[in-house]
Each structure stands twice: as C-alpha cells, then as structure tokens.
C-alpha cells in the first residue's frame, strides 16, 4: 500500500524489523516499510548532479555538492556570516544561498541507511558524519538552535556559542515542504532581533505556508488541510506509555473496532510535521485543547536503521527528533490516517469546528 501525501517525504524505509531488531516480513506488520507513505522519492534518480551543485529533486533545494565547504565547525553566528560571504563572492553565481531549516536538511536523511543517514548513492563530497547547523531557532531555549545528525538522523538543538558544520542551500521546496512555523529571530545570546537581513529561518520562512485555518476538529478526529492526514483526538491511545509492540497492536486494536484497517502508527516525518517551531511545551501546531491526552513522546512507525531495535519518535514537548529502545515502556501513541473522508462517520462537517492556525507559546 502506497498513500501518498503530497507535502511529506517517504521516509525511505523499505525493510521491517522486530522489536528485537530482527529483519521480518512487512505484510501486516503496521510499521512504516509497510505502507510508504508519502511523497515517493528513488535513491537512484533523486538527485541532480549541476557542475558544483545538486539538485534534490524530491524537494527542489539546490546544495553545494561540496557538503564540506566551510571546511571546519563554526558557531551559528559564524555559520551565518560564511553564508553572507558566499553571496558577496556569488559562489556558483547565485547570491541567495542560506543556512537551511531544520525540515530542510531534514529532508536529505534516508531512514533505510547510516553513517551516512543520506539516500543510497549520494553525490555528495566531504560529507561530515556528525552535526550540521540548521537557521532554526529552539525556541525552548532561544540561545539554542536545531541541528541534526548527518551519520544517524537525529535532529536536537545545541548552544549557539558550540561549533558545528555548514552546509548551504537555495532554492524554494515548492509544496513538499511546509514552513517551520518560526516567524521571529534571535541572536547568540537568545534575545529577539529584528529579522532583516538576519538569513534566519523566522525571516526566510521558506516552504510551502500553512492553510488558514490549518487544523478542523471534528467528531473523533483532527484534520491537518496541509497534509491531508487525520490525528486521532485522543493523542494518548494506549492510556499512558508503553514499548513499541504495544503501540503497533494498539493501533491494530483500534481498526478491529471498525473492521477495517484504517488507522496506523505514523512514520516518524509525518510526527515531525505537527511541529510549530514558534512553540515549545508542547511544540505543536494543534492546539492541546483540540486533544484528549496530550502526551510528551510519541512512538513512531520507523525503525533506527543505526540500532534495529530502536525506533523512531518525536519528543514534542522540545520538537525533538530522537530514538527510544523498541522494549522499554516510555512513549505514547497517536494514530494516523491518510484520508479521513472514508469511510464515512468518522468525521462529521456538521461538527467542524476550526483550530487557530499559530497558537501562542504554551
């Protein structure tokens, strides 16, 4: 089964796992090989090569191949200033390269390999397997910004004083990437600045902008109108926390309820798109009163390919991506569904009723 929705990337997964670690069939396994939801992307035609740069053709980011450029770690600061030098010189001839955000250099990680986490035959050179600074602020601590794992997948944010590498992008995303959310700047110290000429992800705000509203609640359910998916009302399905077993016969207890297998443990790009990066506890786009049972870490569908034992999860009230060992009792579940106008009852219009769309600080 291959649902497609359009603003969110296959993860890249194509092999299922156990909660040991063990490869299994993917036949009703529920997990997230299984379905392969999302816009579909092929390792073997995605990128571009175009002289010096590369084009991702599943989101249409041009990045320089050379992923070493800056040659050495910089702070957030310097990382902005070397952006701002490659424009004065027009590196490659283009004067509108930047830091990515965190969905976009999220968006080059293959779940399916490690070290490096990029889609089988990359192009890219110099490609350093460690932490690559994103223009995305974490605005649980604003002196912090995101960076994420190039070896494993991980996304977690770090002081903006500590050195990290630089890997520059351009290019707009068109529809398969939403906006972060952040709509305001910061500097080193985590004071809010003007955003002007900052090259900041809260003045870019590149990617596809959200509907307005974004969220309807309906009679069970939350209908995202950016992704086309439905949450479960209750974020809490399982009742508390359980392993990563648990959370896949929870979501199978669910559709035996109605007979059909409608619902699914969501891949773990599906999770991070609920994130609003101008929020933090929770750092979610739906608002809490919208739910029933708002939890703090949510199981997803994917598996750690680092450590097949592990799997995948969002750690919402930071907007976290990290991994939780699959037999240990610590995350929630959330259900998802991928087009929540069928079959009929579920969801009702007469009962619509729309969420904001950018919720302050909770």
Request: proline share 6%; glycine share 10%.
């Amino acid at each position: 089964m291959h649902n497609r929705v359009e603003n969110t990337l296959q993860t890249g997964q194509v092999d299922c796992y156990d909660q040991s670690g063990l490869r299994l069939d993917c036949a009703g396994s529920g997990q997230d090989a299984e379905f392969g939801s999302g816009v579909v992307w092929r390792p073997e035609t995605r990128f571009q090569v175009q002289g010096d740069t590369v084009l991702d053709t599943a989101t249409g980011l041009h990045w320089l191949r050379d992923a070493g450029c800056g040659e050495f770690p910089k702070t957030w600061q310097e990382a902005h200033e070397f952006i701002a030098w490659m424009n004065r010189r027009e590196v490659q001839g283009q004067s509108d390269w930047r830091l990515p955000n965190r969905r976009e250099l999220r968006s080059l990680i293959s779940h399916q390999s490690t070290r490096p986490a990029l889609p089988e035959q990359h192009p890219f050179t110099h490609l350093f397997q460690g932490w690559y600074w994103t223009s995305t602020t974490a605005v649980i601590s604003p002196a912090h910004a995101w960076y994420v794992d190039l070896a494993g997948g991980r996304m977690f944010y770090g002081g903006k004083d500590q050195s990290f590498m630089v890997w520059p992008v351009r290019g707009s995303t068109g529809h398969r990437l939403p906006v972060t959310g952040q709509d305001a700047c910061y500097d080193a110290r985590g004071a809010c600045i003007d955003c002007a000429g900052s090259g900041q992800d809260g003045a870019v705000q590149a990617g596809q902008p959200w509907p307005d509203p974004r969220f309807h609640v309906m009679q069970e359910g939350v209908l995202d109108r950016l992704t086309g998916l439905g949450w479960q009302r209750c974020a809490d399905l399982a009742d508390g926390e359980v392993d990563w077993s648990r959370a896949l016969s929870t979501i199978e207890a669910l559709n035996a309820v109605s007979g059909q297998r409608i619902w699914r443990l969501p891949n773990i790009n599906e999770l991070e798109t609920l994130v609003d990066c101008s929020r933090s506890r929770p750092a979610l786009a739906i608002t809490a009163n919208c739910l029933e049972r708002l939890g703090t870490i949510y199981w997803s569908s994917t598996t750690s390919m680092y450590q097949p034992d592990w799997a995948w999860a969002l750690y919402l009230d930071k907007g976290a991506v990290g991994v939780g060992h699959k037999g240990q009792a610590a995350f929630s579940v959330w259900a998802v569904r991928n087009d929540p106008a069928r079959p009929p009852g579920w969801m009702h219009r007469s009962n619509d009723k729309p969420s904001h769309p950018r919720p302050g600080n909770g």
